[in-house]
């Protein structure tokens, strides 16, 4: 009779084990300084993001997140780094980051959040981050190498891709024009995106998805007149592209995406101005030509 229990017991705690390991969520959040036109700016990440920390380390099935560069407003004075890693450590999930221009030298980046550009698996999912800062919006020398290296290590055995980084990579004024980032500072005129990253990617029998976080600080209307550029969703083919910022005070928002055991992917788009966290609706293809 003892056996028995001890067998129910045990089949018990593996069973909820593994009921408690299927799936995860994870956020991304861009621009999390906030307002560049804030000419007292306060230290730390912007308020209206630290609002929503608590709901943050409330749900807990998200178990990363991802800080997509421009954390930090003015990164040669400590005491706005100093005031950042305090704001992040108040969060629950695993935290990474990708640099952004605004971010300081490589080696200030790295002495807070380790290597620039790196990968790693969790729950059969490939995780890559992208330093984009390194050569002019280029993947190219050893970060190509890790990001090829990489996909080939992991392209059977997992879910889906994740590639993470600061600027639209993918911006292109004729292939893909909207939304315009907040700077095109130091981008290479011929990056290679398109002519070599793209081409991989799009070879590969596997979902890949990119995020960018360099949108959504400005507020000035003149700049939505055609196009939202707090945000932006669009599918092609397994390529999907997500870019998502905040500073403008009007439409700042953040990305939870949602993965589910068999790995099929959602977003929540969060809108952090207002009581109500839904009222931009959801991510959709609002993309008109290429």
């Known amino acids: 009779m003892s056996r028995i229990i001890i067998i129910v017991l045990v089949f018990s705690l593996t069973s909820c084990k593994a009921q408690k390991n299927e799936g995860h969520s994870f956020f991304i959040a861009g621009h999390t300084y906030g307002n560049p036109n804030d000419k007292d700016h306060p230290l730390g990440l912007y308020q209206p993001f630290k609002d929503k920390f608590e709901s943050i380390n409330k749900d807990k099935n998200i178990e990363l997140g991802f800080l997509l560069g421009d954390i930090v407003w003015n990164s040669k004075n400590p005491v706005y780094w100093d005031a950042a890693i305090k704001d992040i450590s108040a969060l629950r999930p695993e935290i990474h980051a990708a640099r952004g221009n605004h971010d300081g ?95 991989l990617l799009k070879g590969l029998d596997k979902p890949v998805y990119l995020f960018a976080g360099d ?33 403008g005070g009007i439409r700042d928002n953040f990305v939870i995406v949602d993965i589910s055991a068999d790995g099929a992917v959602n977003f929540r788009l969060i809108h952090l101005n207002g009581s109500d966290v839904n009222s931009l609706g959801k991510l959709t293809d609002n993309f008109k030509s290429k």
Request: aromatic share 14%; glycine share 4%; proline share 4%.
């Open 105 to 199: 030298s490589l080696e200030l980046f790295e002495s807070h959040f380790g290597k620039s550009y790196k990968s790693f698996v969790h729950k059969n999912n490939l995780y890559i981050i992208i330093d984009s800062n390194l050569d002019e919006w280029n993947i190219s020398g050893e970060q190509l190498v890790l990001l090829k290296n990489a996909i080939e290590k992991n392209k059977n055995n997992v879910n889906n891709i994740f590639i993470l980084t600061h600027q639209m990579i993918w911006w292109h004024k004729r292939i893909y024009p909207k939304p315009f980032p907040n700077s095109l500072h130091h981008k290479s005129p011929d990056s290679n995106y398109w002519t070599l990253i793209e081409p």
């Open 215 to 247: 949108v959504g600080a400005f507020s000035k209307e003149r700049r939505k007149k055609d196009h939202i550029i707090e945000y932006d969703y669009h599918k092609d083919g397994n390529l999907t592209y997500v870019s998502s910022g905040m500073g």
